[in-house]
């Protein structure tokens, strides 16, 4: 596809695979970090009663950019004590973490960084990426506040991802499938065909299945929510208790890369939430494109629909945030030990059966 | 071979979100439990003792303004009883209830702070600024009244320094209509929150032996199911005159004198204050206001103890009076001080997390607290 | 509900020598006068007893009476010898209703006063206060430290009458 296309116009699979690599990131990533801090800060302004930035712009809308220009100029405070390599990795390899979960997720029927078999597992794996750099961010700073919050992070992460994966394999047994793309293309058609609503075809499994399905979705995005650290679950930032956790001692474009993992993390978890229930780059209601048989335009539609139904799950995530307390760390590890992941194997077990049947 | 383990060494503060102030706090950890809490004061110590024996009377009223400065016109009216019991000044009764409206606007402007920081606390931001924007309204009455939105300088020993701006009747009727809602509006996105009430229920028990033996005053203290308020048990001004209730802790959520039962009572406190703001500013009579301001204040040689209840607690000035025109001693006692005092017995054993909802709950200013 | 004159006639037949007198001087409260090593006692019998039952204290202050010679130290500076600190106590019951204020009176140069922290449980800042202030010592105090000072003060205690401001606090100038 996009690969392809690139190599056959370059002739060069190195350069091709390099610029199919850069195009997610300065494509959609890097712009929609821009949109969700903005859409962040208007998002809660509104609902404090609030205007948010208002004089950068029209609204505010290029405040965003302000912003980063600040943080490029900003000193790049590291004090005597850190560790100097590991300090200097971490933001790096959190970036790492959340951008690499990108390339197996489907933008669009054509776009799709690698198409991976196994691209839910891959997602699942690289997002580790995240426990690793936070727990050396934490170490390296020297700080016990920074300790305290990776050793939080790493406890959270490590649980949470065990009713994520429940999930999937849940998912996995009804459809067979652990590429996403697959997974997505799966789901075309009408929204009766998303997996929230048991999947493809018209039998009585599918129907049995939908209760279970809304279950795994929601267990999937509290866990997800839970992944990218955001309120209530956001204990290892928690800003009235450890300042601001495991980034307390960065500044500057280090802390800005933290930052960015987090906006590219809460999309990635997003797109992975829709794609697994929500049908991914599919539209509800068929295309306009095949209607008109204007077929370059169903990519797209594909891509407004994805980054459509991605920015609702991220504005979902910012609703939650704002609205709700945050959790203490014990009750957050009771929340998924004595209840999403119980949860997750009675819906993984009956899923099961009902498929076996 | 068991590995070495040592508790950590936690400093929590001077500088830090939420030890409301320069509180700094020496956390022994273990892990996220918390061993020990050693409060560490002083970061704000302004001398106001010292400095008050330097002043006449009547200048010390600004540096009463700066101790609970979220309260500050509750201040005023201790510090201006106290001088009245000193000098046996009778006030006009305009002046007794406008200083009642204003303390009991002032008890809801500084429970709206402590409500909102204690949400913030536990991690809920957009309560905070919820409660701020009613806060703001009613510092603009305040503004209106006396020019000043935070310190205000307004009630003075004998009476008051303006009379009410004409439309201030009418404003404060507006607020009291415009308010009521709002509470209702705060329980409902905070207090009965799901993960609110985990986080604060059971929490932080303060047991009443224990509070009436730390003398804990204010919501915390009723927050551990005792009706005592000294508006009721002691009154003062005219707060016999008027019909209002005193809510307690009832442990609904939990034990009785957990965080949520503190948090609580501070809610309908806001509730009783609208009633005694309504009933006040129903029965409000005409009059000079500055009819009994003493030309000169000079009171007689003795000691005075007098207090009020502050929205933090009981606040009380101790004055030993020599004859002349400064204090010989001022002492306060200061309600979030001694609230503060407690911190170390409700943290034993909690997690970190508790720590500031616990801190958070026993609404400390530490204007106050350091003087 | 008792008045101050019952309180100290409780108290007068129980301690005897220790209460030494009831100082009605100011007109706005009467003061029960104790000897300084025996208010720990005192403070035990006025909690525990039914019908005292002074559960909480108020308020502990300290105040500097000044009523020793003045002396001149150095050039222009003149000092306070002899003469008392006092310590006041207001206590309160809140099942009685009833209030109470004592006082000790110790001597300005070794100034010992027995705690009540053990008593009452507030009274251990306040009494920290009060050593920060005036330096008063009070015996067996778990943790007597300066609270509201720096830690390192060293120019003696603030709210005595013969304070001077230090010229120097850790190498800073102190007047300004």
Partial sequence: MIFDWLSSLIGNEIIAGIICACLPLFLFILPFALVAVLMERKVSAHMQDRLGPMRTGYHGIIQTIADILKLFQKEDIMSNEVDKPLFNIAPVLTFIGSYAAFAAIPFTSNFIGTKLDLGIVYILGVSSFGVVSILMAGWSSNNKYSLLGAMRSAAQLVSYEIPTFLVVVTLITVTGTTSLLNLSEMQTGHFWNWMILGGPGLNLTKFLLIPFMIVGAVIVFISTLAEVNRTPFDVPEADSELVAGYYTEYSGMKFAMFFLAEYANMFAVSAIVSALFFGGYQSPFGYLGNLLGVSWLVPFEQLFWFTLKGCLFVFVQMWLRWTLPRLRVDQLMTLCWKYLIPFAFANLLIVGLLVVL | ?371 | MKNDEEIFEILKAKFGDSIIELNAKSPFEKVIVIAPLKIKEVSYFLRDDSELDFCSLVLLSGVDDANGEKVELEEGFKGIQGGTLSVYYHLESINQKQKATLKVSTSRENPEVESVSDVWRNADWHEREAFDMYGIKFLNHPDLRRILMPEDWEAGYPLRKDYRNPEFYQGMKVPY
């Fill in chain 2, 1 to 371: 071979m068991a590995l070495k383990t040592e508790e950590m060494v936690l400093n929590m503060g001077p500088q830090h979100p939420s030890t409301h102030g320069v509180l700094r706090l020496e956390l022994e950890l273990e892990g996220e439990l918390v061993l020990n809490v050693r409060p560490h004061l002083g970061y704000l110590h302004r001398c106001f003792e010292k400095h008050c024996e330097a002043m006449t009377y009547p200048q010390v009223i600004p540096y009463v303004d700066r101790l609970d400065y979220l309260a500050a016109m509750s201040n005023e009216l201790t510090y201006a009883i106290t001088c009245e019991k000193l000098m046996n000044i009778q006030v006009p009764e305009r002046v007794e209830y406008i200083r009642v409206i204003m303390v009991e606007l002032q008890r809801i402007a500084s429970h709206l702070v402590a409500l909102g920081t204690f949400g913030l606390d536990i991690g809920a931001f957009t309560p905070f600024l919820y409660c701020f924007i009613d806060r703001e309204k009613i510092l603009s009455l305040f503004e209106l009244t006396c020019g000043a939105r935070m310190l205000y300088n307004y009630i003075w020993i004998g009476g008051l320094s303006h009379d009410l701006h004409p439309d201030f009747i009418r404003l404060a009727k507006e607020f009291v209509q415009y308010f009521k809602p709002h509470v209702a509006e705060l329980n409902n996105l905070l207090s009965y929150n799901k993960i609110f009430i985990e986080r604060t229920a059971n929490v932080g028990v303060l047991p009443l032996e224990a509070a009436i033996n730390y003398n804990i005053t204010g919501p915390s203290l009723r927050g551990s199911g005792i009706k005592w308020d000294l508006r009721k048990n002691d009154p003062y001004s005219i707060y016999d005159k008027f019909d209002f209730d005193i809510p307690v802790g009832k442990g609904t959520f939990g034990q009785v004198g957990d965080c949520w039962d503190r948090y609580f009572v501070r809610v309908v406190e806001m509730e009783q204050s609208l009633r005694i703001i309504e009933q006040a500013l129903e029965q409000i009579p005409e009059g000079d206001v500055t009819s009994a301001l003493p030309k000169r204040v000079k009171p007689p040689e003795g000691t005075v103890y007098a207090r009020t209840e502050n929205p933090k607690g009981e606040l009380g000035f101790f004055i030993v009076s020599n004859g002349s025109l400064n204090p010989y001693r001022v002492k306060v006692k200061p309600p979030s001080f001694v609230n503060l005092t407690v911190l170390g017995e409700l943290c034993k054993g909690c997690f970190i997390s508790d720590v500031i909802a616990i801190l958070g709950s026993i609404d400390i200013v530490m204007g106050e607290v350091d003087r």
